[in-house]
């Protein structure tokens, strides 16, 4: 049996949307293409990108998302177009796109994903692996609700992903489907394959002893008004050892919140310091909810333990699918880490993009890289 790689990757940097689209399509056409995965940047013309993409990839199952960074063959970069195309002798897939998240119903999420993996499993429940990926309007405020009602309805089937972005402006983040850009909304896809797949989370953080606890919290809006009975944002400056005025995007990527869930460390990172004193975040906070103040470890360190641990499971990977956030990136750029970072993921094959959050088992985390490798896989050789 040969070792043989079957996805394609492209990316573009091409500053037009349809010639980024035609740059994209030429890298990953191949003959049944069961799926198309792409991550795009919000500054580009959405409009002119969906009809390039409907035009060039008239009758694929194409999916993706608005994000705040790309990464792909030409590495981790802005403003650009990077995907994958899956052939379909050895991926089966089915996606759909659940609508009107501002009005999301548990039950009736968790009805959608168990109709779309049963309908799949009807289809094709011969290949071993299979996996799950989901993108959703990073500004819906729905990203737990979804991520865990997906994951109810898909079992044992593990779920990854990440939330759209709209490079740092926070006004519009949007998921493809079907043709066209949508806000409020979540894709899930489906898949088999006979390939080995290896999905992973890692952070790169230790947790400070001092317990922040949220005593006052507005959940429907992820603000944190009081911590330990104090105004938020003055609180959590005095146990991350920074002003209040110093509380910007890269001192909140330093100093991350932890919460403990199962025993495992959930980072629920900050967003922005707000003119009354209260904090937002990426994920949901409520009242009684304890957190911890984390600092950053060695994030190249960690990344080189994750690589070797996809190489433990899979061997070579022939794609990474990652979901690395925001917050990580800013990191990055603020320790001069990003150049050796690009060259980790170019060398890995990975193909993702920087999100406003990840999802993981049906957990929304932040500050985290989440991701599903794919290993190489096998063909009986002729001769």
């Known amino acids: 049996m040969d070792a043989v ?4 990757s492209a990316h573009s940097c091409a500053v037009d949307a349809a010639e980024a689209v035609r740059e994209f399509h030429a890298g990953v056409v ?4 069961s799926f198309v995965l792409f991550f795009c940047s919000s500054h580009y013309d959405l409009e002119a990108l969906a009809a390039e993409m409907r035009a060039c990839f008239h009758g694929v199952t194409v999916v993706g998302c608005t994000t705040a960074g790309e ?7 802005d403003r650009s177009l990077a995907g994958a195309s899956f052939p379909g002798k050895h991926f089966t897939a ?15 999420g968790r009805r959608f994903a168990y109709s779309l993996y049963d309908t799949l499993e009807a289809r094709d429940g011969a290949r071993r692996n299979g996996f799950a990926l989901m993108l959703v309007d990073g500004l819906s405020v729905r990203e737990e609700l979804v991520a865990r009602a997906f994951q109810d309805g898909i079992g044992n089937l593990p779920l990854v992903g990440g939330s759209a972005g709209d490079d740092l402006c926070f006004t519009r983040t949007q998921v ?10 979540a894709v899930l896809l489906v898949a088999h394959t006979d390939c080995p797949v290896h999905v992973f989370k890692t952070q790169h953080f230790e947790c400070l002893d001092e317990r922040l606890v949220v005593t006052a919290a507005d959940a429907g809006r992820r603000v944190v008004t009081e911590i330990n009975g104090l105004p938020a944002a003055g609180e959590y400056a005095r146990i991350a050892g920074v002003s209040v005025e110093d509380l910007r995007p890269d001192a909140f990527a330093a100093a991350p919140v932890v919460v403990v869930i199962n025993g495992s460390d959930y980072v629920r990172a900050i967003r922005s310091v707000n003119q009354d004193g209260s904090l937002t975040f990426y994920c949901a906070v409520e009242e009684g909810l304890v957190f911890r103040v984390a600092r950053s470890t060695d994030l190249l360190a960690n990344l080189r333990e994750t690589c070797q641990g996809i190489h433990d499971a899979l061997g070579e990977p022939q794609l990474v699918l990652g979901f690395d956030c925001v917050l990580r990136n800013l990191e990055m750029v603020q320790r001069g880490l990003k150049a050796a970072v690009d060259e980790a993921y170019r060398r890995e094959h990975f193909v993702g993009f920087c999100t406003y959050g990840e999802q993981f088992w049906g957990v929304h985390v932040n500050q985290t890289l989440t991701g599903l490798a794919i290993g190489e896989c096998r063909e009986r050789g002729h001769g």
Not at 30 to 33: K, T
């Open 94 to 108: 089915l996606a759909a796109l659940l609508t009107g998240l501002a009005d999301f119903d548990l039950d009736a």
């Open 176 to 185: 493809y489907f079907d043709g066209v850009f949508h806000e409020d909304a």
């Open 30 to 33: 191949q003959p049944d293409m």
């Open 71 to 77: 990464i792909g063959p030409a590495g981790y970069r």
């Open 5 to 8: 790689q079957v996805c394609r």
